[in-house]
C-alpha cells in the first residue's frame, strides 16, 4: 500500500507539467481522502434515513433541515447532515449491534436539542438492523412529534439474482 506522500508524488507525475502543481496536489489529496475512506468505512449502504425538522402546528409533517443516515455493511455507522448545505455535522460509529437504535435515537436526539427541532421522521427499509427495535425508538425519543415509517413492500434487483426479490404489495 502507498504511503501519503507517494501517493501524492506519483499523481503529481501523472498530471504532467501542463497541470499546475496546486492541482496536482488537490487531485492526488482528493484520491487519497476517497482511497482512504473507502478503506475505513469498508463496503455499506444505507438501511434507514432520518429527516429532522419543525412541524406545522395544524399538520402532520416534517419540514426537514437535517438528514441522518444509517449505514449498515461491514460496519454500522450513523452520519448527519445539514440540508442547508449538504455538510456533515455529525458521525457516530462503528457501532456495536446491540447498540445501533440508542446511539441513533442519541445522536438524532442530541441534533433536535442544539437546532430546537420537534419533529423527526424515521424510514426504515425492509432487512435493516433497526427493524427488531421500532417500539424503542419511541421510548429513546419521548416528547417529540415522531413517524416510523416501515417499508410496506419492496422490488429489489440483486447482481447475485436472476430475478428481482419481491416483498408486500409492489408488483413485478
Known amino acids: 500500500m502507498a504511503t501519503p506522500s507517494s501517493v501524492i508524488e506519483m499523481k503529481q507525475v501523472e498530471c504532467g507539467p501542463q497541470v499546475a502543481k496546486e492541482t496536482c496536489n488537490v487531485l492526488a489529496n482528493t484520491i487519497e481522502l476517497k482511497q482512504l475512506t473507502d478503506i475505513l468505512t469498508g463496503v455499506a449502504a444505507v438501511t434507514a434515513i432520518v429527516l429532522l425538522g419543525r412541524c406545522h402546528p ?27 448545505d449538504g455538510s456533515e455535522v455529525e458521525k457516530r460509529g462503528p457501532v456495536a449491534a446491540e447498540e445501533i437504535t ?28 433497526l427493524e427488531r427495535d421500532i417500539a424503542v425508538i419511541g421510548q429513546l425519543l419521548p416528547g417529540i412529534n415522531l413517524h416510523v415509517l416501515t417499508t410496506a413492500g419492496s422490488r ?17
Open 58 to 84: 395544524n399538520e402532520v409533517s416534517v419540514d426537514p433541515e437535517f438528514i441522518v443516515r444509517f449505514w449498515e455493511g461491514d460496519s454500522a455507522n450513523w452520519t448527519a447532515h445539514s440540508l442547508a
Open 102 to 129: 440508542q446511539e441513533g435515537c442519541g445522536l438524532v436526539g442530541a441534533i433536535m436539542s442544539r437546532a430546537g427541532l420537534d419533529s423527526a421522521a424515521f424510514s426504515i427499509l425492509g432487512g435493516s438492523s
Open 156 to 172: 429489489v434487483y440483486s447482481q447475485w439474482r436472476d430475478s428481482p426479490l419481491v416483498k408486500g404489495c409492489v408488483q413485478s
